[in-house]
C-alpha cells in the first residue's frame, strides 16, 4: 500500500493479543518441509525459516502476533511509527532489528542474513526495483506474499483473491503451520472471530454508507472490495460504496464519491498529511459539499495498521462498529 504510521493502539479488545502466554516455536532442524498455498499456488518450504525479514507495519505484526520474534532478523518500516508503548506486541519491536525506514530492498535482506522475506505487491514486493518473489528465489531465498495483496490477474496490477478477513485468517493459519504454532493460530483467529461476530451483532438496522478517503486531492486513493477496509466497514455494520471495485487500494474519481453519496468518511492515518489535514479538505472541497457525510460532519478516522491486513482489524472493526451506532441513534 503506502508508507504507513503506527498508532498506539492496545487491542483490548483482543484479550489473546495483550499478554498471553505464546506457544514456542519448534526446533526447525525437527521439522520437515511444509506446503502451503500462497496466491493460490501450492509452494514447499523445505525447513522452517530461521531469519525472517518482513516488510511494513501490519505483516511485521502478523509475525509478533504468533510470538514469532526469534525467528526474525529484521523488519523494514517508515521512522514515523508513533508510540509504541500500548502496542500489544511491543516486545517484538524491542526485539527485532530495524532494518531499514522505508521499504525492502535485496540488499537489507542479504545484510540481514535473511532465509525467508514476508512482503506483499505494493508492501515491499515491486518489480520497479526488481524486489520480487521470483527474484529472491534466484538468490535462494525463498519468500511468502501476503494474501491481501494477491494478484487476481484481472490487469497487471490489480489484487485481491478473497475477503478480507479470510486472507488475514489464511496467513495466520499458513504461518501457523509453517512454523509450527498451530495452536496459537488457532486461538487467535477464535478470538478474532468472536469479537467480529459481536460487533456484527450490534450493528445498526440501516446500514450507513462509507467512503474510505486514503489520500489524493485531484482524485481519492481508496478500497475497492479486496482490501481490509472494505470488510472492516461492513463488519463494523456499514457499507463500502466502492465494493463493486473489483480491487484493493486504488484510485476512482470524485464524481463517483458524489454520486454514491456516503453517509460516513472514513481517513486513514498516515504520512505527511495529518488526518486534521485531510478533514479539512474534506469539509472545504467543493465538489462534496452536498454528500452526506460531508454535510453532517459524519467523518471517522482510523490508522493505517488498522486498515491494512494485520491483527489489529478486529480492533478497527469493533472501534468503527462503535461510532456507526452512535451516528445511528
Known sequence: MRKPVVAAVCLAVLTTGCGAEVEPAPDSKAASSVTLT???????????PERVVTNDVGITELMFALGLEDRMAGFAM????????????????DKVKWLSKDQLTTE???????????????YGFREDSGFTPDALGKLGIPSYILTESCRNGRTDTSRGIMPPLDALYEDLTNLGRLFGVEKRAAALIADFKRVVAGVKAKAPADSPEVFLYDSGEDQPFTSGRYAAPDQIISEAGGVNVMHDVADSWTTVGWETVVER?????????????TAEQKKKFLLS?????????????????????????????????????????????
Not at 537489507?108 to 542474513?113: I, T, Y
Not at 453519496?261 to 498529511?273: R, S
Open 38 to 48: 500462497n496466491c493460490g499456488r501450492k509452494v514447499t518450504y523445505d525447513k522452517v
Open 285 to 329: 472541497y467543493a465538489p462534496l459539499r452536498k454528500v452526506s457525510a460531508v454535510k453532517n460532519k459524519r467523518i471517522f478516522t482510523l490508522d493505517y495498521v488498522d486498515l491494512v491486513e494485520s491483527p489489529r482489524n478486529p480492533s478497527a472493526i469493533a472501534r468503527l462498529g462503535k461510532y456507526l451506532r452512535a451516528t445511528a441513534s
Open 108 to 122: 537489507n535482506v542479504l545484510d540481514a542474513r535473511g532465509d525467508w522475506v514476508f512482503a506483499g505487491w505494493n
Open 78 to 93: 517508515p521512522d514515523d511509527k508513533g508510540d509504541l508503548s500500548g502496542v500489544p506486541w511491543k516486545d517484538g519491536y
Open 261 to 273: 453519496n456516503p453517509d460516513v468518511i472514513v481517513i486513514c492515518d498516515y504520512g505527511d498529511v
